[in-house]
């Protein structure tokens, strides 16, 4: 990620611009040997993250039912089963990692993708847009809600990371960090150029690098990957390098015990996320407020029973 950041630093070097600076890899240089959680958490201590604040949004794409075919055993990836889904394995492993840095243990959590949401809208997880309470009731809202929704699409990630900027937006610029978990790629373009989907999540990927927000895409399922690999390396325009995709079927498949598994999909997930944070501070996007940026309100979640009623419209 970021191959090309010493050549433009090189090309700038006489008058270097704040909104045109990449990520200086001097930050964020992790060791990738752990074999806990806790290590890893440490190692982005160490490395100069202070304070984050996470977000999730979840994949509720029709495409879900069969892109476990190979990895899942074909089960739709979103299973509710004894054990933990890839969606659940996703959310425990970064929860744990990134618990230390929250200060109010609160976590937005959002699903699209769904019957109610296509590529338009998120819902909540709680009606009235109200936060989970640590990434344990992440995980048990998420298994109430599984069963009541009907997969849909097609796929845009661009209503979640814009969410996500009005959060960030509302807090006064306080950093955070978007953890975005999904089966595959956005709607496929054409012979004739990019489909309005990957266009608008572009969109949205550059107008979320004027934000104090990192961008986690953590990607399930059997793939395939490609236009998730060309959004980590080749959106040029953003004010600094916010987007950050991990193959997490291919770390969890490795024949190595499960903790150093866990361990290599939050480092590769998260080791970026300090020389990102640092970047908001030199570029001056912590603590401030931009006022021209979308502002979207969240559905209700799309569930039946008593905790679903809302009196917002």
């Not at 609160?106 to 990434?135: K, M, W």
């Not at 999904?182 to 608008?200: C, F, L, P, R, W």
């Not at 361990?263 to 996007?285: C, D, G, N, R, V």
Request: glycine share 8%.
């Amino acid at each position: 990620m970021g191959g090309n950041s010493s050549r433009e630093q090189g090309a700038k070097h006489k008058q270097p611009s704040f909104s045109q600076k990449k990520v200086e890899k001097k930050y964020s240089f992790i060791a990738d040997s752990y074999n806990s959680l806790e290590q890893v958490t440490e190692a982005l201590s160490r490395a100069g993250l202070e304070s984050s604040n996470l977000i999730v949004g979840i994949d509720f794409t029709k495409s879900n039912e069969w892109t476990g075919s190979k990895s899942y055993h074909s089960r739709s990836l979103h299973h509710i089963g004894n054990g933990l889904n890839p969606y659940e394995q996703a959310i425990s492993i970064i929860g744990k990692t990134l618990a230390e840095f929250d200060e109010d243990n609160l976590i937005p959590c959002y699903g699209f993708g769904d019957a109610t949401t296509q590529d338009q809208h998120v819902f909540s997880f709680y009606p009235e847009d109200r936060s989970c309470n640590g990434f344990e009731d992440v995980m048990g809202r998420y298994r109430e809600i599984v069963p009541q929704l009907t997969l849909a699409g097609p796929t845009s990630f661009a209503p979640v990371i814009e969410q996500a900027m009005t959060i960030v937006e509302k807090s006064g610029g306080q950093y955070h960090v978007l953890l975005i978990i999904a089966d595959g790629q956005v709607g496929n373009g054409t012979v004739h150029g990019k489909s309005i989907q990957e266009k608008k999540t572009v969109d949205a990927i550059v107008q979320a690098s004027k934000l104090p927000l990192s961008i986690v895409l953590v990607g399930v399922g059997d793939g395939p990957w490609d236009m998730m690999k060309k959004f980590d390396d080749n959106i040029p325009q953003r004010d600094f390098d916010n987007f950050q995709f991990v193959n997490f079927t291919e770390i969890m498949s490795k024949n190595v015990p499960l903790n150093r598994k866990e361990a290599e999909f939050a480092l590769t997930a998260l080791m970026e996320i300090p020389s990102q944070y640092k970047a908001t501070i030199e570029l001056q996007l912590l603590g401030s407020r931009r006022g021209n940026l979308p502002q979207r309100v969240a559905r209700p979640p799309p569930i039946r029973g008593p905790s679903s009623v809302s009196s917002s419209k």
